[in-house]
């Protein structure tokens, strides 16, 4: 490859990377902005948008309301997921694909319609709009991500392993807890902080299935249909730290996953 | 008060340390939990079905349960149920699609939208994804591609609304063509099939990126040295090497990107206009406006999904792959 | 059931298939307590196979595995008192070394004070007093795989199997931990299944081989029989380097068996059985068992013989010698010493050898 498309490449990758974080840029910076209106030019700076929101009843009660369902999604997508794996994972039966697919499905169901399905569905099961309904939403949603994580790190625990704690007394559900949770760790901590992630940042279902108490991102947009403003901007900075602490983690936990720990 | 604290640690230490089972081992030896797992676990077959029930209940129910109530849903006369009315089967629903053309200009528009921007964002990521494949260390090539991740944690709304800012008449950019002199007014880039690419690719570009990048960074240097070796300049060597060596990236990325795409409902109502119309709009009027118009929602969802489907097995196929390996 | 005392595992007549293959058929044999037995044979012979149907990780087909008097034939792993070290260690890599050897204590159900001293008893005996607190990923080869010999040593088993578990090591090592390995064999008086497909390790270790292909038995017994005396083909040629001699029986004479090899009359051994006269049959010969004059030997009936091709070895030479002066097939080989190697005199020898080391094998 010559010297010019190298340059040009890189080229194209900083731009790409500026593309990306501009934005986000000016979405911070705006929040600390002295006045009312959104955009250019800012005569002055405040932090009074930071102080507003960290007394707003709204806005906390949105980040609570918001973190209970991140939790208890991540607790239940961790679990079936997990259970989905070590199904999937060592067994071979006839139409496993077809269980595969449909395991994975919701990962890759477009948004609008996995809400409107879900929507339908609590009303047939009578589960009313809110907390509960969201959290069944999210964890449809997050239930495959950890599937795949941890059948991708089950594939690498031999086979060895489960049968030395066998051959050591070890029934199958002592293997389990003994052996097989902590050689997941790494990827139930990655899987798990994803799922965080996921539902934190989840829009349309958190739309579709909620009541009159909204999630964040469901506040951001309601606010976001009356105007712009630097309110909104505080609120979505306090988001995107949230959300890039938690990436960095998962992304490291992963990080450490691949590196291995198996002998 | 410390003294006795640490003499009665010891004694809780040492005296029953010697004499107590550890946990697993008291577990092992509960006969309850010995009696329970012993008929669990009794044969190999009922250990199959134990360890499958849980996963395969849950994807019925969870998985497979919402997509049949809907289409369900789509063939009967009236949903939520009302007091002292049995719906009755209906096609209506489906043909409400064909009477109005303001149901079927959104549902072309979000497929030749989401084709358009698919396009866009797969010739706009490959050479972020060469250059991070072929023209990084692979020792800094984490560090390149965390930085491109960052961006992606963050939500939909969120960084919808980052694109408000960015392109609104008093935004970034009509700041900086008006300080190089080039334009005297905003340009009104909101509201628009402009604005509305602009953020879908910036929301998507990660699903086009990630594959592409594991796909391009398989293909082995010395492929392209023979290749160079025998002669091939630099664009024969992308269009006959590089290129069907990244096929499945391509494919991959092209379908997560189309199908999230047509998905997309906060986007299409915060950066697009009147003309820019999505078919998630749409559909989602009949669960917020129109009252209890769910049975003709829930056919226009329908009519998305087996569209949606239809057209990435349609690409997959031409792509010579089956999607089977869509998932890993 | 037939049970003595001496015998701890009596596997009945066991089969095991997958799908339509039998990767075991109709194996029957006691093991005896505090024998090292050797399952050896090349891969996909059954000895994998036979070892985890001890183990309790296949259930056989058919048959029944007796273990002590008792029939565990379906028990579970756990549920059987047998340990087994893996080819791999299979150490658990988020334990440190004491917490894996007291992984299978616990879950016996002992107390704290007897783990402790049990893992104490064998870091001490297997040489491993500084490295309890060390997790597996710290250690070298040969470390790892006295951890896991401690760790399946630790519940005291009645029966601990070793499967090829000196297979990851260098070849330097491997022989070193043969030694090692007997040694432990000898000072703990437990019987030992090992499982491998290499023979030399077989030979050097065990009290009784059993050699096995496609399944089945080959030949069992001691390192010795197997050597000297083997009764197949497979098994002459498996282990060792040989002669194998084709010929027709001529009868007896003096209690050995006449054979006539391409013209040249040769004494043989038949172990356990009798050929018939006019019979075709191979024998085995091992090269070191073939004893090279430079001179012709008085009183004896030594073959003159006639060097055709040398191979220097270091310690000794390797040649291939025509012998009588009649038929093309009438080749032998066998070993030089040095001081032999110089004294031959236009490539001519004489060669003789105790007739019970030209083994004729069973058809």
């Known amino acids: ?50 102080s507003e929101i960290f007394r707003s009843a709204e806005v ?34 006839r139409g496993k694909l077809l269980v595969f697919a449909l395991a994975c499905m919701p990962a890759v169901i477009p948004g609008i319609i996995s809400a409107i399905s879900l929507r339908i569905y609590i009303q047939f099961l009578q589960i009313d709009t809110g907390m509960a309904a969201i959290i069944l939403g999210h964890t449809i949603h997050n239930v495959p991500f950890v599937a795949l994580v941890v059948m991708a790190r089950l594939a690498t625990l031999p086979k060895s392993h489960i049968e030395a704690a066998r051959d050591l007394g070890a029934d199958q559900l002592v293997a389990f807890s003994r052996v097989t949770l902590p050689y997941l760790k790494p990827a139930l901590i990655g899987a798990g902080v994803f799922c965080m992630l996921l539902s934190f940042d989840d829009f349309v279902r958190s739309f579709f299935l909620g009541s009159y108490q909204p999630t964040l991102p469901v506040l951001i947009f ?42 | 008060m410390i003294q006795t604290d640490t003499q009665r640690a010891d004694e809780r230490d040492t005296v029953p340390l010697s004499t107590r089972r550890s946990f697993w081992g008291a577990v092992m030896a509960n006969g309850a939990y010995g009696s329970a797992t012993g008929l669990l676990f009794k044969s190999q077959r009922r250990q199959f079905l ?96 965390l930085l491109l991740l960052i961006p992606f944690w963050v939500g939909e709304i969120v960084r919808t609304y980052a694109i408000m800012i960015l392109l609104g008449n008093n935004g970034a950019v009509n700041l900086v063509l008006k300080s190089l002199g080039l334009i005297e007014r905003p340009i009104p880039f909101m509201y628009t099939s402009f604005s509305l690419g602009v953020g879908i690719v910036y929301l998507t570009a990660l699903y086009m990126l990630l594959p592409l990048y594991s796909a391009l960074e398989k293909i082995p240097n010395t492929y392209l040295e023979a290749a160079a070796d025998l ?92 999607g089977r390996g869509l998932m890993q | 059931m037939s049970h003595d005392a001496q015998t701890i595992v009596h596997i009945e007549n ?148 070793l499967d090829e578990p000196l297979g990851a090591l260098d070849a330097k090592l491997r022989g070193q931990v043969q030694v090692e390995l007997k040694d ?96 075709k049959v191979t024998a085995s010969l091992r090269l070191e068992n073939v004893l090279c004059h430079p001179q012709k030997p008085a009183n004896s009936n030594a073959i003159e013989g006639r060097v055709v091709n040398r191979l220097f070895k270091g310690s000794r030479t390797s040649v291939d010698i025509r012998v009588g002066d009649t038929g093309e097939g009438a080749l032998l080989k066998a070993y030089l010493d040095p001081g032999d190697a110089s004294r031959i005199r236009d490539d001519r020898l004489w060669v003789n050898w105790d007739v019970s080391h030209l083994s004729i094998l069973q058809a």
């Open chain 2, 50 to 145: 134990l360890l499958a029930s849980v996963p395969i209940l849950w994807i019925l129910f969870a998985n497979v349960g919402p997509i049949l109530q809907m289409v369900r849903i789509s063939f009967l006369d009236s949903y939520p149920p009302m007091a002292g009315y049995q719906p009755q089967l209906t096609l209506s629903n489906w043909n409400n699609f064909f009477a109005e053309s303001i149901f079927i200009v959104p549902y072309f528009r979000t497929l030749a939208y989401s084709v358009v921007f698919t396009v866009a964002t797969l010739i706009i990521t490959y050479p972020v994804a060469y250059f991070l494949a072929k023209h990084v260390k692979r020792s800094n090539q984490l560090l390149f591609l």
């Open chain 3, 184 to 279: 432990i064999q000898k000072r703990t008086g437990k019987t030992f299944v090992f499982v491998t497909h290499d023979q030399e390790e077989a030979l050097t270790m065990s009290d009784r081989i059993i050699v096995m292909n496609g399944g089945k038995v080959e030949q069992d017994g001691t390192p010795e029989d197997l050597y000297f005396r083997p009764q197949s083909r497979f098994v002459a040629e498996f282990i060792g380097e040989t002669n194998l001699i084709s010929g027709t029986v001529r009868g007896m004479e003096n209690g050995s068996v006449l054979i006539n090899w391409n013209g040249v009359d040769i004494h043989g051994a038949a172990h356990g059985h009798r050929p018939t006269e006019g019979s």
């Open chain 2, 231 to 322: 002669g091939a300049g630099a664009w024969t060597r992308f269009r006959r090497v590089t290129l069907p060596l990244s096929k499945e990236g391509i494919a991959s990325g092209c379908t997560l990107v189309f199908l999230i795409s047509t998905g997309y409902y906060a986007a299409p109502v915060l950066l697009g206009g009147p003309s820019t119309t999505v078919f998630a709009e749409t559909i989602a009027g009949f669960f917020h406006v129109a009252g209890d118009q769910w049975p003709t929602g829930a056919a226009f969802s329908t009519i998305m999904l087996i569209s949606a489907l239809a057209i990435t097995g349609v690409f997959l196929k031409l792509m010579g792959r089956s």
């Open chain 1, 1 to 50: 490859m010559s010297r010019n498309t190298r340059i040009l490449m890189s080229v194209i990758y900083w731009a790409f990377v500026v593309y990306l974080f501009v934005p986000l840029v000016l979405m911070v910076t705006m929040g600390f902005k002295d006045s009312k209106f959104i955009g250019f030019p800012i005569r002055g700076w405040t932090l009074d948008w930071y």
């Open chain 1, 222 to 263: 309601a606010k976001l249909r009356s105007g712009m403003s630097p309110e909104i901007n505080a609120i979505s900075t306090v988001v995107l730290v949230i959300t890039a602490i938690l990436g960095i983690w998962a992304e490291r936990s992963m990080r450490r996953m691949n590196k291995g720990t198996s002998v």
């Open chain 1, 60 to 93: 906390l009660g949105a980040f609570g309301y918001t973190m209970a369902i991140a939790l208890s999604t991540t607790f239940l997508s961790l679990v079936i997921g997990t259970w989905i794996a070590a199904f999937l994972g060592p067994h071979k039966f």
């Open chain 3, 14 to 161: 066991m089969t095991k298939r997958f799908g339509n293959v039998a990767a075991v058929d109709g194996l029957d044999l006691k093991i005896r307590a505090g024998e090292f037995v050797t399952f050896l044979g090349p891969s996909g012979c059954g000895k994998t196979t036979t070892l985890r149907v001890l183990g309790g990780f296949e259930i056989p087909t058919e048959g029944r595995i007796i273990l002590d008097g008792a029939d565990v034939t379906r028990l579970p792993p756990n549920r059987r008192n047998v340990n087994m070290v893996f080819q791999d260690y299979a150490l658990f890599p988020h334990m440190t070394v004491g917490q894996n050897i007291a992984f299978g204590l616990e879950l016996k159900g002992k107390t704290k004070a007897e783990i402790d001293a049990r893992t104490r008893e064998l870091l001490e005996f297997l040489q491993l007093g500084g490295f309890r607190d060390r997790t597996p990923d710290q250690l070298s080869g040969g470390q790892r795989q006295r951890v896991a010999l401690a760790r399946a040593l630790a519940p005291d088993p009645k029966l601990l199997l």
